[in-house]
């Protein structure tokens, strides 16, 4: 607000409409005229080289030149802001640039940036395409992703990567101009660390973050606020890598981060009880035994009766063509109407069904499922797989061993490869 505000005042200025503006209005504009002009305030023309007289009156040369410019504190709260909104490395923010793609294409829809970020530590794969979006990272699946009609420049997004990196953008414009550059943090500072005197600056450190932290008062940080404490924070509130592995996420970064072990065990306990009481209480998918099949041949009326069906359907059913996965969806949908349900929820869907031709499939994700509980957070893992994970292994129950261990040799290279899509929701349609 009070850079756009000094902005209009210059562009107001320029172009003579301050005449009935108060005196010290129509020499603020002067004053900013000169500056955005020259890079500095008209001074004495004395040895002392002093800002003039009437500049003083106006303001100190911070301030003036914050009229139109970002300042150190201003890039250090920007910081805080990116790094806590995206989870990214502080270095990878520090070092981004203003550079992007809108994949949106200013169309209305829900706006989005497309930024390239650079991770040194991560070697051939250290450069990155990231999508800043219009979402906030703690907004669920179906929340709205803003006001699609808004335009840059409208209203103060501080809650979204999208919005934050826009404005960083705006701002920091001229400060790039004056520097030929196209880093994304620019700003003018009265001086710097090292002897440094007053100009512009792109390089982005610790100490503007610790800067803004100690102003205010109300953050009970020990030490301050920290870009890698922020990160850290992110990592554990969203349980999901950010530019890292899951199983990086679990084994490296939460467990530094366990002063509150008990509190997240707990959490953990308790989301893990619900998911079984869930996979418990809720509708189970119908299963068809070899024994149905069989009679399925001599007497498909019987069968497709007890199972909710017409005998079209069974038969559409045992030749494969209803497949989802882990079973068969029986539901009868007319036209261009699809499901955009994902086919993990056929396990508690009341129009699914199953025959042993499914049980290799159900084996194989079982299976998976057991083994990416120990490449995850365990409330993520608790939270998204749990119940389909007890949901699978009660029907591995109602199998029995042999039948289990015959459907885990007869799992083919397809089937995994089916399975691998299936876990990373590639089949989902929304």
Same mark, same amino acid.
């Given at each position: 607000m009070r850079i756009r505000a000094g902005r209009e005042l210059l562009a107001e200025w320029r172009r003579g409409d301050v005449l009935d503006h108060p005196k010290a209005t129509q020499r603020r504009g002067k004053l900013l005229d000169y500056l955005d002009r020259h890079d500095d305030v008209p001074r004495s023309s004395s040895g002392v080289n002093l800002p003039k007289n009437w500049v003083w009156v106006l303001g100190s040369v911070a301030d003036h030149f914050a009229q139109l410019h970002l300042t150190s504190f201003d890039v250090g709260a920007f910081a805080v802001l990116l790094v806590g909104l995206t989870g990214q490395n502080p270095t990878t923010i520090a070092k981004a640039t203003a550079e992007h793609h809108r994949p949106d294409g200013h169309a209305g829809g829900p706006p989005s940036a497309m930024?390239?970020?650079?991770?040194p530590r991560r070697g051939p794969g250290r450069h990155m395409n990231v999508a800043l979006t219009s979402v906030p990272p703690w907004a669920r699946h179906g929340m709205?992703?803003?006001?699609?009609s808004s335009r840059a420049g409208d209203t103060l997004d501080l809650h979204t990567p999208f919005g934050v990196y826009m404005l960083l953008v705006e701002l920091a414009a001229p400060a790039r101009v004056r520097l030929d550059t196209d880093a994304l943090f620019a700003w003018w500072a009265p001086r710097g660390g090292k002897g440094a005197g007053r100009g512009y600056r792109t390089r982005l450190e610790s100490s503007h973050v610790l800067t803004w932290s100690k102003q205010h008062r109300n953050l009970d940080v020990a030490g301050g606020v920290t870009l890698a404490r922020l990160r850290l924070t992110f990592n554990e509130l969203q349980q999901r890598p950010v530019a890292h592995t899951e199983t990086t996420l679990a084994n490296e970064y939460l467990v530094r981060n366990?002063?509150?072990?008990?509190?997240?065990?707990?959490?953990?306990?308790? #989301?893990?009880?619900?998911?079984?009481?869930?996979?418990? #209480?809720?509708?189970?998918?119908q299963i068809l035994s070899a024994a149905d099949v069989a009679e399925a041949r001599t007497n498909p009326t019987a069968v497709a009766a007890r199972y909710g069906m017409d005998t079209q359907t069974l038969e559409r059913l045992l030749a494969g063509e209803l497949n989802t996965v882990l079973g068969a969806c029986v539901d009868g949908v007319e036209g261009d109407q699809k499901c955009t349900?994902?086919?993990?929820?056929?396990?508690?869907?009341?129009?699914?069904?199953?025959?042993?031709? +499914?049980?290799?499939?159900?084996?194989?994700?079982?299976?998976?499922?057991?083994?990416?509980?120990?490449?995850?957070?365990?409330?993520?893992w608790a939270t998204r797989f749990a119940e389909p994970y007890y949901r699978l292994a009660d029907l591995l129950d109602?199998?029995?061993? #042999?039948?289990?261990?015959d459907a885990r040799a007869a799992v083919t290279d397809t089937d995994a490869e089916?399975?691998? +899509?299936?876990l990373e929701r590639d089949l989902d349609i929304a």
């Open positions: 930024v390239k970020l650079d991770k709205p992703a803003g006001d699609p366990r002063g509150n072990l008990a509190e997240y065990q707990t959490v953990v306990a308790t #989301t893990l009880a619900e998911q079984v009481k869930k996979a418990d #209480t809720r509708a189970r998918m349900a994902s086919f993990m929820l056929c396990l508690g869907c009341p129009c699914a069904r199953a025959t042993p031709a +499914h049980l290799p499939l159900q084996v194989a994700v079982h299976d998976a499922l057991l083994t990416r509980k120990a490449t995850v957070t365990p409330l993520r109602l199998a029995g061993g #042999t039948a289990v261990v089916l399975v691998r +899509h299936f």
